[in-house]
């Protein structure tokens, strides 16, 4: 029963409302066979009975017991003769919910992670807004059920910790900028490496979405649409964004101008596009993560990046009709937050879609800066800076160091939002 629950998942992203919602908690896929099947019983029993108890009052949850009626019918259930619509049917009637909440345990660098995620019943799609923890055993594991279970509460709510809405508290600090000299994939124009301090800021942990982009602008023009997959658009567009969204939930906005002549405001509390530094900052970690990944969050680009893959296992800068596509890349971009986050919580700074960034083109310089905006305009047509990589990059593309250059209205890049935080509370 679990397997043919699990297989359906990642088909259709939902839109029902969390707090409205009867929420049974399933069992979490063991995926290294870190736990024994006793300490797999009862992690999920501690985890759906501090659930049920802290959210007494806030959302309707399915009795465990029932749950775990359901699975120990596993085997006669699969056994069956009853068609997969008939199967669906019997597990709505008896969780008589709408989502389910559960989760992966596996090793992502030789460190446990866990991973907790909501999803739609019975269409089976990852809701955005999970939890993802890292931790240096089993004992530890344990010991994080309430705060992961707090965590999720928060995410369910469509909240962090910080109270604001999608978003993470980066803390400022200083790390090494560029690309090392010989790092895979590395461009000439990736270095030197460099000190850059940046100051604390506050960042999206989703690219924004066609239904956020939509609510503020009012239109939807992409070749491929879904609520929840990212935004594709032009540098111009993800600027108007800004302001408008900034104006509409009564912020300052940051930019003035309009065409190649726009001015960022630092010092506004709106919102506006993360700088160069400011992304890469992020991707690699902030000060949360002291290991230097080659991607954001992993060094297996397939935990953490929607990208292109070359037939057999190899990837290279070949023209597109060389290319054998995966299943996973084909289709284009998929919906924010199905690949597991970077220490801070981010989703998809690698891959999925390349991000704009406020910075025009320059060179680096070997000297140290501090929250640096890139060159001001110093040609005719500047070029914008882009981040991240996407789908159609292979896994070169998508390193943390990579940087894109492409002109401001190329309409195939996504964006994802930052804001600043006043001087006087940093």
Known sequence: MKRFLL???FVFIGSLAFSQERIAVFPFEDMDNIL?????????????????????????IVPRQDVEKLFNAEEKFQL?????????????????????????????????????SLYTFPEFGQLPGGVDKRVANKDELFDKIPELVQDMQKAIAGKNVNNVVNFVLVEGGTFT???PLREYGRMDYEGPQHQVTVSSFYMGIYEVTQKEYQEVMGKVNF???????????????????????????????????????????????????????????????????????????????????????????KDNYSYIDDWTWSSLSSSGARPVGLKAPNSLGIYDMSGNVSEWCWDIFGYY??????NPHGPDISSEYPQRINRGGGYNNSSRGIRTSRRGIDGPGWHYFGFRVVRSIPTNTR
Not at 36 to 48: A, G, W
Not at 231 to 241: F, M, S, T
Not at 271 to 296: F, H, M, Q
């Open 7 to 9: 297989t359906a998942l």
């Open 36 to 60: 024994t099947k006793n300490e797999s019983v009862f992690f999920y029993r501690q985890f759906s009975n501090e659930f049920t108890n802290k959210n007494a009052g806030r959302f309707t």
């Open 80 to 116: 069956s003769d009853l068609s997969a619509k008939a199967k669906t049917a019997e597990t709505q009637r008896v969780l008589n919910g709408t989502q389910i909440l559960s989760g992966a345990i596996g090793k992502v660098n030789n460190r446990i992670t866990i991973s907790v």
């Open 177 to 179: 900028m560029g690309s």
């Open 223 to 313: 070749y491929k649409t879904g609520d929840y997959l990212p935004v594709e658009c032009n540098w111009y567009d993800a600027i108007e964004y800004c302001n408008k969204r900034s104006i509409k939930e009564g912020l300052t906005p940051c930019y003035r101008g309009n065409g190649d002549n726009i001015t960022c405001n630092w010092s506004a509390n709106g919102y506006r596009l993360p700088t160069e530094a400011e992304w890469e900052y992020a991707a690699k970690g902030g000060n949360k993560d002291y290991i230097t990944y080659l991607y954001s969050g992993s060094n297996n680009p397939d935990a953490v990046a929607w990208y292109a893959i070359h037939y057999g296992g």
């Open 365 to 370: 310089s070997n000297k140290a800066q501090t």
